[in-house]
């Protein structure tokens, strides 16, 4: 029998998991941990609330989890309760799938003021993660300024310009809901520091934000480059350029209904967070022009007054004690998934926050090939069986796949009318709801 430790219940856990028992069948057992007693990582607490068809590929993964070949072990966290070197010494192989769950840093002068967050921190927050469910961010100012033009941005603008009935249906979580109930923002600005043709953002999530309720997007046409450049540019980006000219399209009479505006501003790259005691009240920006691809600042600089400051401008992996990390790109050093022998790694902890969650798929089924190659004999480690002891030795508290279906039923009893679950933010709960308490 050959053992794997999957490290982290995400897409790229749950892929490599199928693609191990597409590879070995019943000659492999896999343990799928988790740091919390809760399984799917991203698609959890990533994945935007009301993107519940999105949210909808866990069932695939519940598929995986569900076979007699693998486990889940959640509620334990490697690097504290276990060692990467302990996981190496039980299975034969190791493989991190932890994704990146940390904010790149802004590094800029004012970046600790207080309603100044990262996008993993303010996206933990609505999606009720344990780690930022205590963030209580201020919205009862009028304006909120997202950096980034990514699809992370999209997701927080468009979460801060709903209205409540437009959350009907989703997942988000009832203090998130309520807050944003009571939210006075009426601005809500994307900041980007290149121009239209470099922003980040996929047709279908852009094209949400000319169908909010109370909200409206705007595009300075002059921001605009001449449309027959559009023809350059890669088709995704060439619909969501599209896009972008019908949001500048859109007529002032239509906007005369739409309390809240979503202002693209392109070119303005954030210099420093302004604030007057402790808390934020402005960005100072540099005006941009765009050569080759890259930013240039003109040395023309303005404020753009915020209220609330939330920087979408991508993920790091967390390091893990004793395994190499590659600082400047953020995630583990790895060699096409190969980080020592024995050792993996996949998805964002392998490539970096990019593509798509079907993305992590084909990586998925390539850290098993790897592993076959290296590996061609099981090597004849303990694997489950020795884990099982250690974790009775340091009596720590298991959450096992049948537990987890106890918190997931007592989530979906909790669910206010319309809503799929009214997911437990703390931990005690989830465990106490798992019957481990
Ligand atoms: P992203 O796509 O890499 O976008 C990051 C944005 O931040 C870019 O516009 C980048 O601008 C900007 N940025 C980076 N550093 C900056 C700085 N110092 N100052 C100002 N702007 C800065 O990252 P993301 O939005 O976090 O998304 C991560 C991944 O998840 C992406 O692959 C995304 O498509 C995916 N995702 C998908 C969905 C969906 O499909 N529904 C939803 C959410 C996320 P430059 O381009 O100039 O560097």
Redesign the pocket.
């Known amino acids: 029998m050959r053992h794997l430790a999957i490290i982290g219940s995400g897409p790229a856990g749950y892929y490599t998991a199928e693609a191990a028992l597409k590879r070995w069948g019943d000659d492999v057992m896999v343990d799928v941990f988790d740091r919390l007693p809760v399984p799917y990582g991203l698609i959890r607490s990533g994945v ?1 609330p009301d ?1 519940q068809s ?1 949210k909808a590929v866990a069932k695939r993964y519940e598929a995986v989890a569900l076979s007699s070949n693998v486990r889940f072990i959640g509620n334990v966290s490697v690097g504290q309760d276990i060692s990467v070197a302990e996981l190496q010494g039980l299975y034969d192989a190791v493989i991190l799938a932890t994704g990146a769950p940390h904010d ?1 840093p ?1 590094d800029l002068p004012g970046d600790h003021l207080g309603n100044v967050f990262g ?1 993993a921190a303010f996206v933990g927050w609505y999606n009720g993660h344990p780690q930022f469910a205590a963030l209580d961010p201020d919205l009862s100012g009028p304006t909120a300024v997202v ?7 999209l ?1 927080v603008a468009r979460i801060l310009a709903k209205t409540r009935a437009e959350f009907a249906g989703s997942d988000i979580v009832g203090h998130a809901l309520d807050r944003l109930d009571g939210s006075r923002l009426n601005h809500v600005v994307i900041l ?3 121009g239209p043709h ?3 953002m ?1 047709p279908k ?1 852009l094209g949400e934000l000319g169908h909010l309720e109370r909200a409206c997007p705007r595009v300075d046409p002059a921001d605009l480059p001449d449309e027959a450049e559009d023809v350059l540019l890669e088709p995704g980006l060439r619909k969501s350029v599209t896009l972008l000219r019908s949001f500048a399209a859109i007529p002032e009479s239509y906007r005369a209904d739409k309390p809240v505006e979503i202002d693209f501003d392109f070119f303005a ?2 210099r420093a967070l302004l604030g007057v005691d402790g808390k934020v009240t402005g960005i100072e920006v540099e005006r941009t022009t765009v050569e080759k691809g890259r ?1 240039i600042g003109t040395g023309e600089t303005y404020v753009v007054p915020a209220s609330l400051v939330v920087c ?4 790091q992996t967390s390091p893990i004690p004793d395994v190499p990390f590659d600082e400047r790109q953020g995630r583990f050093a790895n060699d096409e998934g190969r980080i020592l022998s024995g050792l993996y790694c996949v998805g964002w902890a392998r490539r970096g ?4 969650i079907g993305t992590n798929r084909p990586d998925g089924y390539s850290v098993v090939e790897k592993i076959a190659e290296d590996q061609p004999h099981q090597s004849g480690k303990p694997g489950p069986a020795g884990f099982d002891r250690l974790a009775e030795h340091r009596a720590l508290k298991v959450v096992r796949f049948r537990d987890w279906k106890k918190i997931e039923e007592a989530e979906q009893r909790a669910a206010r009318e319309g809503a799929p679950r009214e997911k437990f933010v703390d931990v005690e709960t989830m465990i106490h709801a798992a019957g481990k308490g």
């Open positions: 935007a993107h999105i790149r802004l996008s950096i980034g033009m990514g699809n992370v941005a997701d980007g520091r290149r470099q922003i980040a996929t999530e790259s954030p930013a979408c401008i991508g993920y926050p990019s593509g798509t």
